[in-house]
């Protein structure tokens, strides 16, 4: 469970459904603690690909996980994995690791690593917490749940002006339909349609959905 006293506003969505953006935005303008999931995924990626470890191989990426040293470590009102002291904030957004994150994260071993270490980032404070299954199988129990989503031509062109190469469609297949915490539409999640929606609105919307349950 939660720590009675942290709120955690829980975010989920598909690739480049505006997760990353809207979730800073509320974690700054509330003052709360921001913790982007998919970076921790990235990371474990990042270090595969560095270690030449063969990512479709389940048993492989286990066993690397296992003896993965890294640490949660909050900057500037947010949480990262840092790996031998080092955060790896622009390697994990490179095409490469695009490519095999959804790989290394439909590992068991790996989502049960990634799940102790997130339900443990209330021990920071207030969270928004953004990912695939932060609703559905982290923080359930949150009241503060919310689904992105933008049609799939607005994602991809969101993805492409960041001037990242990357086909969204085969990773959100991938994520969508594994068998270990698939991408869902959790009980009890708000589905936000944000196309042709400004960050500013999105979040704006949140943080009245938020502050409205509070009261109530
Ligand atoms: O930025 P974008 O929305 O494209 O992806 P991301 O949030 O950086 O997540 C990268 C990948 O990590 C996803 O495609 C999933 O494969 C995985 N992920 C996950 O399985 N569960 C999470 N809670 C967060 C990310």
Known sequence: MSDAQSIVIAIDGPSAS?????????????????????????????HALNQGTNVTDMAAVEALCREWPAKLVKRENSVWLEVDGYFPEQEIRS?????????????????KWMKER?????????LVMEGRDITSNIFPETPHK????????????????????ENLAARDQRDSTRKTAPLVVADGALVINNSGESPQ????????????????
Do not use: H
Not at 98 to 110: E, G, I, L, W
Not at 119 to 125: L, M, T
Not at 208 to 215: D, I, Q, T, Y
């Open 18 to 46: 505006g997760k990353s953006t809207n979730a800073r935005i509320i974690s700054a303008k509330l003052g709360y603690v921001y913790v982007d999931t998919g970076a921790m995924y990235r990371t474990l990626a990042w």
């Open 95 to 111: 095409s490469e690791v695009s490519k095999v994150v959804s790989y290394v994260a439909q590992v068991p071993y790996v989502r």
């Open 118 to 126: 997130q339900r443990s980032c209330v021990d920071f404070g207030d």
């Open 146 to 165: 919310f689904y992105l989503d933008a049609s799939a031509d607005e994602r991809q062109a969101r993805r492409d002006a960041d001037g990242i190469e």
């Open 201 to 216: 609105e999105t979040s704006a919307r949140i943080i009245a959905l938020v502050e409205n349950r509070k009261l109530g």
